[in-house]
């Protein structure tokens, strides 16, 4: 195995990452700016910042099928073009609407890079590197909204909301020559029945052992014996059983509330005390730094702890902040003591979907379909996640009005204990496991929480 080789694959692939929490966090700081150019009501303005999540699910649903059909790889080439034509559109438009269509369009593409990546990024990676190979996807994410927090403030005295939006290019160019040089997916080429092209593929990246590049092209070969792939298959037995794993991780990773600190810190931060903007702006700083370096912590231990241990250690860490900090609200008191135990409790909660919803929820939906079917399925559980986000996004602000601060992070806590057990009963530990193993564990008839288990024969790694 080329060890060096698969490091520059994931990271070519991360740079997708990047551009996914770029464009995303970008606006937070850019709206304010755009908000007086073009005179924006509190709808366009709504609109504008929402646009984003509207395209993302349109690029989910649409590429799918594109997806199993034209390859990993080529739509990630396809995907980089998009993000320049989208980024460049943003960046130049002198209307309203020429605005709106190009963040739509950087949304189509950030829809799909959020699963296209780590779906190609697993299917290169030896299973016993898999979780961290995958996770560098979510650790480009968090170090994309970084980049982007700083950025905007290094163009917000000037007030150039053009150059924060323009900035994204340079990721999105550097993704399109990377992606030109990389093999495509062996596991993808078989699917195709471009059997000669796959074993090439393989030997390139697991080195020229030509036995167990053979064996290895066998067993993905018997995973392609079963049915072929359609709407129909996927929610039919024994497939559906990915999909609600998946489909349901996709849904909580956004109702326990990620995007209402992502999106709405500052606002968070004035609630509890931090009146200024600046030192709201400069503590939801330290939100995106500690962010970065819990991510990089939990790289080398979702093959090592496994993902169950993961989830269910981060998932109990948010549920005791979002605890917290529902408390904290409903207390209502003033003062150092309240900013400090909300920083504290954000805190808390980001290192806790560090270490499992955030790396792993994209990581088990790259994983957990066949192969005849794994574009189609990770297309329709990124579609439940972008609809969900944008569910949060859009009621969050409300739910505050409605029902206070409190209420709101006492949904998600409730929803994060949900979370918990639904991980507990359902999701399966699949370190260390080929995902032909998965795939044959699927078809054996085994329960969704076996399915990571070691086949009596387990296929070489
Ligand atoms: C989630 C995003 C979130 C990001 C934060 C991703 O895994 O899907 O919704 O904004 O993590 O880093």
Not at 61 to 75: A, E, W, Y
Not at 415 to 429: M, R, T
Request: hydrophobic share 55%; proline share 4%.
């Amino acid at each position: 195995m080329k060890k060096n080789f698969f490091i520059v694959v994931a990271l070519i692939a991360a740079l997708s990452g990047i551009l996914f929490g770029y464009d995303t966090g970008v606006i937070s700081g850019a709206i304010l700016f755009i908000k007086d150019e073009f005179a924006l009501s509190p709808q366009l303005n709504g609109l504008v910042v929402s646009a984003v999540l509207f395209g993302a699910l349109l690029g989910a649903i649409i590429s799918g099928r594109l997806t199993d059909r034209f390859g990993r790889k080529n739509l990630l080439i396809v995907d980089a073009i998009i993000f320049i034509i989208g980024t460049l559109g943003s960046s130049l438009a002198t209307h309203l609407s020429a605005l709106i269509i190009s963040r739509v369009v950087v949304g189509i593409a950030i829809g799909i890079a959020s699963y296209i990546a780590p779906l190609y990024i697993s299917e290169i990676a030896p299973a016993k590197y898999r979780g961290a190979m995958v996770s560098l996807n979510q650790l480009a994410i968090t170090l994309g909204i970084l980049l982007s927090y700083i950025v905007d403030t290094v163009f917000a005295e000037s007030q150039a909301w053009r150059w924060m939006l323009g900035m994204g290019i340079a990721p999105a160019i550097f993704l399109l020559i990377g992606m030109i040089f990389l093999p495509y997916s062996p596991r993808w080429l078989m699917s195709r029945g471009r059997e000669a092209e796959a074993l090439q593929a393989l030997k390139k990246i697991n080195g020229q052992d030509n036995r167990a590049c053979l064996e290895q092209l066998q067993l993905i070969k018997n995973s392609l014996q079963q049915q072929r792939g359609n709407w129909r298959t996927l929610f039919s037995a024994p497939i559906c059983t990915t999909l609600f794993i998946a489909g349901g991780l996709a849904f909580l990773q956004q109702v326990t509330g990620i995007n209402t600190i992502i999106y709405y810190a500052p606002t968070i931060f004035q609630m509890a005390g931090f009146h200024s903007a600046t030192a709201a702006i400069s503590t939801t700083m330290i939100v995106g730094v500690a962010f970065v370096l819990f991510t990089i912590l939990a790289l080398p231990l979702v093959d090592s702890l496994g993902r169950r241990f993961l989830l269910l250690t981060g998932l109990a860490a948010m549920c005791l902040s979002l605890g917290l900090l529902s408390w904290t609200f409903h207390l209502q008191h003033p003062g150092d003591a309240l900013k400090q135990l909300t920083l504290i409790s954000m805190l808390v909660f980001i290192a806790g979907f560090a270490i499992s919803l955030g790396p792993i929820v994209w990581l088990m939906i790259a994983e957990i379909f066949p192969l005849k079917i794994r574009g189609l399925g990770a297309s329709m559980a990124t579609c439940i996640n972008w609809s969900s986000n944008w569910l949060v996004a859009a009621t969050f602000l409300s739910l505050i009005s409605w029902i206070g601060a409190s209420g709101a992070f006492f949904i998600y806590f409730a929803l994060s204990i949900f979370a918990i057990v639904f991980v507990y009963l359902w999701v399966p530990e699949t370190k260390g496991c080929t995902l032909e193993d998965i795939e044959a564990n699927l078809y054996a008839g085994k329960p969704a929480r076996r399915l990571g288990e070691k086949p009596t024969n387990p296929s070489p790694v």
